[in-house]
């Protein structure tokens, strides 16, 4: 389960975001691209937009579901 006190500085303010257990697998932005993105120097995936619709909403919650590591939180 995510951490809230170890949410990466590059996810924008919103409910969504990837602390830092992250090992940038990939998988995040491969299923919601418009809401997740990788950082090569970092070494993790970030959320660079917050979901804005139901379809981009549902991806984001797939990509949750779906993370390895359970990196992704979602605060609401």
Not at 8 to 18: E, I, Q, R, S, T
Not at 58 to 72: D, G, K, V, Y
């Amino acid at each position: 389960m995510a951490n809230k006190q170890d949410k990466a500085p590059l996810n924008v303010p919103g409910k969504f975001y990837n602390d830092y257990s992250c090992i940038d697998c990939g998988l995040c932005p491969e299923t919601a691209p418009n809401i997740f993105r990788r950082d090569d120097e970092e070494g993790i995936s970030y959320v660079y937009r917050q979901p804005s619709n139901t379809d981009e909403l549902r991806l984001a919650i797939e990509a949750m579901e779906c993370c390895p590591t359970e990196s992704i939180g979602c605060d609401g």
